[in-house]
């Protein structure tokens, strides 16, 4: 193991920035889904999308678009976005102390 890796905080650091690039691949893959008019009836699909749902569940109303899909994009993509920064941050300042 590399020496960068031994400490608890970059650990912890490197947790935390997987755990939100998760969360950010969940909400994206939902998103791909959905434009891709994925069968709703398929165990994965429902399964990434109530997981999509509940990541999202701040935002993704949040948008009044006439077309369903920029709602989808606008609304599920914020939250990509907005977990991607926030871990990525924390994960920065954990890192460096």
């Known amino acids: 193991m590399s020496p960068r890796y031994r400490n608890g905080a970059n650990q912890a650091g490197t947790v935390i920035a997987v755990v939100a690039d998760v969360m950010a691949l969940i909400l994206g893959l939902w998103i791909l889904m959905y434009l891709l008019h994925a069968n709703p009836a398929n165990a994965l699909?429902?399964?990434?999308?109530?997981?999509?749902?509940?990541?999202?569940?701040?935002?993704?109303?949040?948008?009044?678009?006439?077309?369903?899909?920029?709602?989808?994009?606008a609304g599920y993509g914020l939250a990509a976005v907005v977990y991607l920064f926030i871990g990525h941050t924390i994960a920065n300042r954990i890192q460096r102390h």
């Not at 749902?53 to 989808?72: E, I, M, Q, Y």
């Open 45 to 73: 699909v429902q399964f990434v999308h109530d997981t999509a749902r509940w990541l999202a569940g701040w935002s993704r109303d949040l948008f009044t678009f006439n077309k369903a899909w920029a709602r989808v994009v």
